[in-house]
Nanobody, 122 residues
Framework: QVQLVESGGGLVLAGGSLRLSCAAS??????MGWFRQAPGKEREFVGA????????YYADSVKGRLTISRDIAKNTVDLQMNSLKPEDTAVYYC?????????????????WGQGTQVTVSS
């Protein structure tokens, strides 16, 4: 069993930055993903990182602005978000799964955090 707790959300002006963190309990050998869900929209993939931290994947909409990293010793995964846009406003979730995280849909992730709100104002 893995428990995930996100933190770091908040309100930021367009062009600003936020850093989200996901703290995981239990084993650290899981691939981790970040997803987001805006009001009235489906949950969408943001990015993911392999269990070793050696490989990352990003949605085209966030490439070059968002960076995922992980600290295996601390069992945390961070999402650094720069050059934020109003369309980045959403609840952000971290998720964990065994095995690959390459091109994996949300439904394949076994564990989810409660989410943290990110609001970008123009």
């Amino acid at each position: 069993q893995v428990q995930l707790v996100e933190s770091g959300g908040g309100l930021v002006l367009a062009g600003g930055s936020l850093r989200l963190s996901c703290a995981a309990s239990g084993r650290s050998l899981y691939g981790m993903g970040w997803f987001r869900q805006a009001p009235g929209k489906e949950r969408e993939f943001v990015g993911a990182i392999s269990w070793s931290g050696g490989t990352t994947y990003y949605a085209d909409s966030v490439k070059g602005r968002l960076t995922i990293s992980r600290d295996i010793a601390k069992n945390t995964v961070d999402l650094q978000m720069n050059s934020l846009k109003p369309e980045d406003t959403a609840v952000y979730y971290c998720a964990a799964k065994r095995g690959t995280v390459e091109r994996v849909p949300a439904g394949d992730y076994a564990y989810w955090g409660q989410g943290t709100q990110v609001t970008v104002s123009s």
